[in-house]
């Protein structure tokens, strides 16, 4: 394999040892054109009904590696964001909610589409994150069927379930789709692209053939934003388009809190339905201490548009996880019209800015992965808005600690969907940290509580160390529980903790 200089990777900070800029110009050149003879070659490797598929998706993958080179660095002119105007974020409480006989015929123009993607690896288990059960032995996937099924049954709609799989889920997926047959839910399955992890070093992708089984770790799904041409590619979009559906609710499957809201979908297609239409919605939620890092909406250049951390400029970056400066943070639930997505893939002007993923291999290789956010299409629609929901539509579940909350009774669980439970004073979610040394794995995590804790009073919750709960134990207010090294504490059946620091020698101090 030949080396492209060190001098292509022009990524803003690193300085190379010519400032001519045909010198650039020519070592960018070099860079794509090795990466594309790299990648032909590796389609060469593959039986030739497969070629023209996977030769468009590669087209996409070095497009996407193209613009990645000609830019000159993730981070925008932090000069020219703009003060989002008034009506930019619409308030969920003015939202009118539809009268009851408009709401088959506003089902009727919806498509429900889950990312499916992820596998639940980082809390300790195989296959799709999808299938780890988080609530009376449901699984986020039956908790989605069942919200759907309920919708389609109560208001005699038919609401089809998409999934966008990976490589890496596909084949268990499909397996455990097949026990919904019976159910009164249409569900659809597609592929997001599988795009070729490129070494650090040279710029030209590890994989040696496109046996991508034989090598799963040279292989990355490009992250959501894939979103868009795959699901034109499937045939998909055509066929809801051709149904006379017009919008689709696009959300995180680990996301309990993203069910379809009647109310938002009464502005975009029932009575409320704006004069202009309005392509795509963000919903955002009010910004915590806990949500620093999430993306933000900005105005830029007259558009609304997501800001990530990964674009804000190092000398900006508290500015960015200010709590008064940016109010919002994005929950990844998205709701886009369908045939002003078959617009902007027709006319080519789908444009979403690269996030670049540092990883290293087990075997020490160290490699990019070139991604792009669902979101980030937001300012190539026209008549963009955000939404300003409730926290309770944004209740993901990527760590134990996210596990605890929708397990305990802070939340009952109504035809798939979670409610907060009545019985809590306030709409606040706690807080809740839990060491990573002693919880991070769903089944060491089950094993450390005989049963869930009641949690309806308790506002921050911090456990680190060798720490176990007894049965019925009630948590108030603030409650830390230490366990210094080598020790461990068991909290007793029965115990109530109120505003308590539990330390190392179970001593129980008022907090």
């Not at 909350?405 to 907060?420: F, I, Q, R």
């Amino acid at each position: 394999m030949l080396d492209v200089p060190h001098e292509a990777k022009v990524r803003g900070h690193q300085r190379a040892p010519s400032d001519s800029k045909e010198f650039h110009e020519v070592t960018k050149r070099d860079a794509l054109r090795l990466l594309e003879h790299d990648v032909d070659r590796l389609l060469e490797t593959t039986e030739k009904a497969r070629q023209p598929a996977l030769k468009a998706e590669m087209g996409r993958f070095a497009d996407l590696f193209g613009r990645f080179i000609q830019e000159e660095g993730p981070a925008l002119d932090w000069n020219k964001i703009q003060k989002l105007p008034e009506n930019a974020v619409m308030n969920y409480s003015n939202l009118k909610s539809p009268k009851n006989e408009q709401i088959r015929n506003m089902l009727d123009k919806l498509v429900v589409i889950k990312l499916n993607g992820g596998l639940g690896t980082s809390m300790g288990c195989h296959g799709p994150k999808s299938v780890i059960p988080v609530r009376s032995d449901l699984t986020f996937l039956d908790l989605t069927v069942q919200q759907i099924e309920h919708l389609n049954k109560t208001y005699d709609a038919n609401v089809p379930l998409v999934l966008m799989n990976s490589f890496n889920t596909d084949e268990d997926t499909e397996k455990i789709v097949r026990k919904y047959k019976g159910f009164r839910v249409q569900i659809h399955t597609f592929n997001q692209s599988c795009f070729p992890r490129i070494s650090r070093e040279h710029y030209l992708p590890v994989a040696k053939d496109f046996d991508v089984e034989k090598d799963m770790e040279a292989w990355y799904p490009p992250g959501h934003g894939d979103f868009y041409d795959t699901f034109r590619n499937s045939g998909l979009l055509k066929k809801f388009i051709e149904e006379g559906r017009e919008y689709c609710f696009l959300s995180n499957i680990d996301n309990l809190g993203a069910t379809v809201d009647l109310n938002i979908l009464n502005k975009l297609v029932g009575e409320e339905r704006a004069t202009t239409p309005v392509e795509f919605v963000m919903e955002v939620t009010d910004k915590t201490r806990a949500d620093v890092k999430g993306g933000t909406l900005i105005q830029m250049e007259n558009k609304l548009r997501l800001l990530e951390i990964a674009q804000v400029p190092p000398e900006h970056v508290d500015d960015f996880k200010s709590v008064k400066t940016f109010k919002f943070f994005n929950t990844n639930n998205i709701w886009a019209n369908l045939a002003a997505i078959d617009r902007v893939l027709r006319e080519r002007t789908l444009n979403m800015e690269i996030i670049v993923n540092n990883k290293t291999l087990e075997n020490g290789t160290r490699v990019i992965q070139l991604e792009t956010a669902v979101g980030a299409a937001m300012k190539c629609f026209d008549g963009a808005i955000g939404i300003n929901v409730p926290r309770s539509r944004f209740l993901p579940v990527k760590k134990s600690s996210d596990l605890l909350l929708v397990m305990s009774n802070l939340d009952t669980l109504k035809n798939g969907s979670l409610v907060m439970s009545p019985q809590r004073m306030f709409p606040t979610t706690p807080l809740v940290k839990l060491g990573e040394n002693h919880f991070s794995k769903v089944k060491e995590f089950l094993g450390r509580f005989a049963n869930i804790p009641d949690i309806i009073e308790l506002d921050h919750l911090t456990v680190s160390g060798d720490v176990t709960f007894g049965r019925g134990v009630s948590l108030r207010g603030t409650v830390i529980i230490i366990a210094n090294h080598g020790d461990r504490i068991d909290i007793p059946a029965g115990a109530i903790l109120e505003n308590k620091i539990v330390s190392g020698n179970m001593r129980i101090l008022d907090h």
